[in-house]
């Protein structure tokens, strides 16, 4: 059943999500934008947490970097 909501798709896909103490996989990296927005979500909240990233592609992983340093 669909939930009517005034949230925007962020907003109601991370409302409840708690990452304090969590260790976290991202199969399938590609651009690496969740692996970043659980770094940003982690950093900003003070949690402790651990985000392991996996994709076939290495070359991935360069554009996550990227990412990550710009945050």
Known sequence: MREN???TFEEYFWRNVDLDGKVVLDAGTGFG?????MAKRIS???HKGK????DI?????????????AQ
């Open 57 to 69: 592609d290495t070359k991935a992983f360069e554009q996550v970097r990227k990412l990550l340093k």
């Open 5 to 7: 909501t005034t949230l």
């Open 51 to 54: 985000i392991i990233s996996v």
């Open 33 to 37: 934008l969740t692996t970043t927005e």
């Open 44 to 46: 900003q909240q003070e």
